[in-house]
């Protein structure tokens, strides 16, 4: 069954880190590019991150370039999203998915940076 389960989040505070997970099933991991979204309240799904099917070219929004890093583990097929210098407009459930079309949506994982 296909399905990608996000871990990781919680309530940090300002300048605080933390490392999301995503884990994949049910489908060839290794040959798609990843991406990680978020949605904050009142907001539409917003793009933070992508890296490519091998792991060699990673890409970032501008609000989080310098801060988060994405990377990935083929053999675990798990991509990884490490947040440093959090901000609290970095509040938001993160989800990741492959380009479209979109597997089904995960449930997310919730971050919440207090100032």
């Known amino acids: 069954q296909v399905a990608l389960v996000e871990s990781g989040g919680g309530l940090v505070h300002t300048g605080g880190s933390l490392r999301l997970s995503c884990a994949a099933f049910?489908?060839?991991?290794?040959?798609?590019?990843m991406t990680w979204y978020r949605q904050a309240p009142g907001r539409g799904r917003d793009y933070v991150a992508s890296i490519t099917s091998d792991g060699s070219i990673p890409t970032y929004a501008e609000s989080v370039k310098g801060r988060f890093t994405i990377s990935r583990d083929n053999a675990k097929n798990t991509v990884y999203l490490q947040m440093n210098s959090l901000k609290p407009e970095d509040t938001a459930v993160y989800y990741c998915?492959?380009?479209?079309?979109?597997?089904?949506w995960g449930q997310g994982t919730q971050v919440t940076v207090s100032s």
């Open positions: 049910g489908f060839d991991f290794s040959s798609y590019a």
């Open positions: 998915n492959r380009p479209r079309p979109y597997l089904d």
